[in-house]
């Protein structure tokens, strides 16, 4: 006679079915109720955002999170040992530890900052202006966003190094064979974004950033356009550097990192000075705090962070595999929608794409398209994207983009494709 299972067994076989048993599709239409803003209309008609690529909306989690801290946690970081200063500075470093998990790195080596242009600036300014001069160049795409080509003007201009560009294809891809040749000897620094916020291009940055390794050339990642739509591991990238924005995946304005190798956050020189990134101050010379905190002078962005680290703790409930997969199906329909428009002309095309469509309407100056796309409440932007030089390779003073989040639905593009329809009407 065989004996019965005990209750324990029972409920280590439910829990062993559970684990293996997938778990549920999320509900995109409870998700999207979860964006306050999205439901508001604008000119009487429902908001349908497709400008998530300038900026994402924020979820009640990251709201809750910033009043909360401002109503029970007030107070400076680092400095007190009162019950608030200490609270607010775990908060704060909680987020710091949260994010770095988020992207497979050492709290110890992420700088927080106000977000990518900080972070390239630092990059810029602390790593490269001393270490570059005259002869030595810096490689940057065609396709980079202003945050990382000015900051290395700037520095070229004051060190004597120079400024050289790897182009794209016709697609609107990265074209390796071009990028192999210009690296160089005299290439000590190559700026590269993970996805382009133009065209959505997703680069292959382990690959570059594996070859510009075995070359000794520093790489420098934007990651702006990355995070809020892909998993993204900084460690299995291999780059020197990884930067990027909290505003754009879900966090607050005014927040942001940089992820930077150890060898290098310790031989950087301060960026900015002041109070908490110093271990000790005479008049005769000062010694500094360890990496991260030697580059975080100043009282931070507090509440901005305890809200960042709600986003990521948002992003990863959901997954960002389920986020990619999502964005990828509303991509795919808004792609078939938009391609069977006359006269619209997708700019950008690469294989592998962010959900990101920058688009041009024959007869249409983009800023009369998005202002009378904006009178059927949908909101795209209209412009050059902060990527003039890429603009101007593709012959286009300005494009409208329709940039998509995990948060949209089929029904913002098919008031999108209406709205468009409208819109050439009374264009002619």
């Given at each position: 006679m065989?004996t019965?299972?005990s209750r324990?067994?029972?409920?280590?076989?439910?829990?062993?079915?559970?684990?293996?048993?997938?778990?549920?599709?999320p509900?995109?239409?409870?998700?999207?109720?979860?964006?306050?803003?999205l439901?508001?209309?604008?000119?009487?008609?429902?908001?349908?955002?497709?400008?998530?690529?300038?900026t994402?909306q924020k979820?009640r989690?990251?709201?809750?999170?910033?009043?909360?801290?401002?109503?029970?946690?007030?107070a400076?970081?680092s400095?007190?040992?009162?019950?608030?200063?200490?609270?607010?500075?775990?908060a704060?470093?909680?987020a710091?530890?949260?994010?770095?998990?988020?992207?497979?790195?050492?709290?110890?080596?992420?700088?927080?900052?106000?977000?990518?242009?900080?972070a390239?600036?630092l990059?810029?300014?602390?790593?490269?202006?001393?270490?570059?001069?005259?002869?030595d160049?810096?490689?940057l795409?065609?396709?980079?966003?202003?945050?990382?080509?000015?900051?290395?003007?700037?520095?070229?201009?004051?060190n004597?190094a120079?400024?050289?560009?790897?182009?794209?294809?016709?697609?609107?891809e990265?074209?390796?064979?071009?990028?192999?040749?210009?690296?160089?000897?005299?290439?000590?620094?190559?700026?590269?974004?993970?996805?382009?916020?133009?065209?959505?291009?997703?680069n292959p940055v382990?690959q570059?950033c594996r070859?510009a390794?075995?070359?000794g050339?520093v790489?420098?990642i934007?990651?702006?356009?990355a995070?809020?739509h892909?998993?993204?591991?900084?460690?299995?990238?291999g780059?020197?550097f990884?930067?990027?924005?909290?505003?754009?995946?879900?966090?607050p304005?005014g927040?942001?990192?940089?992820?930077?190798?150890?060898?290098?956050?310790?031989?950087?020189p301060?960026f900015?000075?002041g109070g908490?990134m110093?271990?000790e101050?005479r008049?005769?010379?000062s010694?500094?705090?360890?990496?991260?905190?030697?580059?975080?002078?100043?009282?931070?962005?507090?509440?901005?962070?305890?809200?960042?680290?709600?986003?990521?703790?948002?992003l990863?409930?959901?997954g960002?595999?389920?986020?990619?997969?999502?964005e990828?199906e509303?991509?795919?329909?808004?792609?078939?929608?938009?391609?069977?428009l006359?006269g619209?002309?997708?700019v950008?095309?690469?294989?592998e794409?962010?959900?990101?469509?920058?688009?041009?309407v024959?007869?249409?100056?983009?800023h009369?398209?998005?202002?009378?796309?904006d009178?059927?409440?949908?909101?795209?932007?209209?412009?050059?994207?902060?990527?003039?030089?890429?603009?101007?390779?593709?012959?286009?003073p300005?494009?409208c983009?329709?940039?998509?989040?995990f948060?949209n639905?089929?029904?913002?593009?098919d008031?999108?494709?209406?709205?468009?329809?409208?819109?050439r009407?009374?264009?002619?």
């Open positions: 065989s019965p299972p324990t067994q029972d409920l280590a076989e439910a829990a062993a079915a559970t684990a293996a048993a997938p778990a549920p599709a509900d995109w239409a409870a998700i999207r109720a979860d964006f306050p803003l439901s508001r209309q604008v000119h009487g008609k429902p908001l349908s955002y497709l400008d998530s690529a300038n994402s979820p989690a990251v709201i809750e999170a910033m009043d909360a801290h401002y109503r029970q946690h007030n400076n970081i400095r007190a040992v009162h019950t608030l200063g200490m609270e607010a500075t775990e704060y470093e909680s710091r530890t949260r994010l770095a998990a988020f992207v497979n790195v050492r709290p110890d080596d992420l700088v927080l900052t106000s977000g990518t242009t900080q390239v600036n990059v810029a300014y602390s790593h490269a202006l001393p270490r570059l001069g005259p002869g160049t810096i490689l795409s065609r396709m980079e966003h202003h945050a990382n080509i000015v900051p290395w003007q700037l520095v070229a201009g004051r004597g120079r400024i050289a560009v790897a182009d794209i294809t016709p697609e609107g990265l074209d390796l064979d071009a990028l192999w040749r210009a690296m160089t000897p005299d290439v000590r620094i190559l700026g590269l974004t993970h996805v382009s916020n133009v065209l959505g291009t997703v382990a570059v070859e390794r075995r070359r050339i790489t420098v934007d990651g702006s356009q995070l809020p892909r998993p993204v591991d900084i460690a299995g990238i780059c020197d990884y930067a990027f924005t909290g505003h754009k995946m879900l966090g304005t927040t942001g990192a940089l992820w930077a190798r150890r060898e290098h956050l310790d031989s950087m301060p900015l000075g908490e110093i271990r101050v008049f005769e010379g010694t500094f705090a360890a990496p991260p905190h030697k580059f975080e002078a100043g009282t931070p962005n507090i509440a901005g962070v305890v809200g960042l680290g709600a986003a990521v703790d948002y990863r409930a959901i960002m595999d389920r986020i990619e997969a999502r990828q509303l991509l795919a329909y808004a792609t078939n929608a938009l391609s069977a006359p619209l002309r997708i950008g095309t690469a294989r794409k962010a959900a990101v469509i920058s688009f041009l024959e007869g249409a100056h983009a009369d398209l998005a202002t009378l796309l009178l059927e409440g949908v909101a795209v932007r209209s412009g050059q994207h902060c990527a003039h030089p890429l603009m101007e390779a593709l012959g286009a300005a494009t983009r329709a940039s998509l989040a948060y639905d089929f029904d913002d593009i008031r999108l494709v209406a709205a468009l329809g409208k819109a009407a009374l264009l002619g």
